[in-house]
């Protein structure tokens, strides 16, 4: 069994979220109104934990404005993993939250040395175009680059303002505690994501609202040292950050995915064809060494790729989901079956998404300006 470690920086061994649920201090999410059923990742329990959810509950039942904040970093290509993101932005923007989506440009630059205009041309390309596609809308949306928060100035000032009042209310030895190892580069990374989170309630954008963050698990520091702050400020005030976890979407050969790594991932712009040889070579399979012994045994669904994929994203029906549950585990459906269910389903999505693309590129200029 390999360790597990899980960083904003680094995920590996083999991933336990009962231990993580303890170890970060999170809450299961149990029971939840019937409107988050609608979601696939609530419904199955994708998304599993969270931290002062019970704000954004109320906010909805009772038809109060809330944001949802998060944000992207522009490296790599976007892949069916940042589809988790993408799912929850649009599900949150049905229900009436206002989006906020920071483009980590500084922090590309910082940890990465990657050039602002790169990471402005990734953002665009790879991330905003498939969240149109995906079907967010410009309307209560707003998408920011972390070197140019806003043309309107005292929007800016605020935004920035803001990073030097939370670096005056942390201290080094917290940051050690909360990230390990880290140097300035980190560190300014890091208050700038805070003001990230918390800047939405400042008197210059939305004044005091319930805000939720969702994050993979590995995210979780940031939302410790906002949150941590935030209880330390007098002024401006907050409301405390509500945020939620879901776990990971692993990769085509298990563990995470890996931007450097082609065939770990099917990226939203590869061609069908790309994508069904992908999972038909790559896929990671719960199934046994031959078919014999497969059709004697069953297969593992919770530790196929396959299955993950299409519980996650691709079979939105629960009942057809739990038949072919029953018919792996039995050993009825093999594990080249599965693989040719998926890559049927990757195939059809890929080529509705390419169509929604090009239309995407001409909303672009709703949502960025030049």
Known sequence: MNKQIVTPWEVKGDINYNKLLKEFGLSPLNELPE????????????????????????????????????????????????????QQMIFYQKLGAKIYIAVADLEAFHARNQSLEESRKIAIEQYIKNYIALGLKPENCEIYF??????????????????NILAKHATFNEFRAVYGDIGPGKMVSALLQ???????????FENLIPVVVPVGVDQDPHLRLARDIANRIKKPAFIQLSSTYHSFVPGLKGGKMSASDP????????TPEEAERKIKKYAFSGGQKTVKEHR????????????????????????KLEKIYEDYKSGKLLSSELKELLAVKV???????SLKLKNAEKELKRFVSD
């Not at 140019?148 to 605020?158: F, L």
């Not at 805070?194 to 210059?204: G, S």
């Not at 065939?263 to 590869?270: F, M, R």
Request: overall charge positive; proline content about 5%; charged content about 25%.
């Open 35 to 86: 409107v988050f059923n609608k979601e696939v990742l609530f419904r199955r329990k994708i998304i599993f934990a969270h931290r002062d959810f019970q704000k954004i509950i109320n906010s909805i039942h009772n038809k109060k404005k809330f944001v949802m904040m998060t944000g992207l970093m522009p490296t790599g290509k976007f892949h069916i993993g940042h589809m988790i993101l993408a």
């Open 146 to 163: 972390q070197s140019s928060r806003s043309s309107n100035g005292k929007k800016a000032n605020a935004y920035y303002r803001l990073q």
């Open 194 to 204: 805070a003001a990230d989170m918390l800047h939405p309630q400042l008197p210059e």
């Open 263 to 270: 065939t770990s991932y099917i990226a939203l712009t590869d």
């Open 296 to 319: 004697e045994k069953g297969g593992n669904p919770d530790i196929d790729i396959p299955f993950q994929y299409l519980k996650t994203i691709f079979e939105p029906d629960d009942k």
């Open 347 to 353: 195939s059809d999505f890929l080529k509705e998404h």
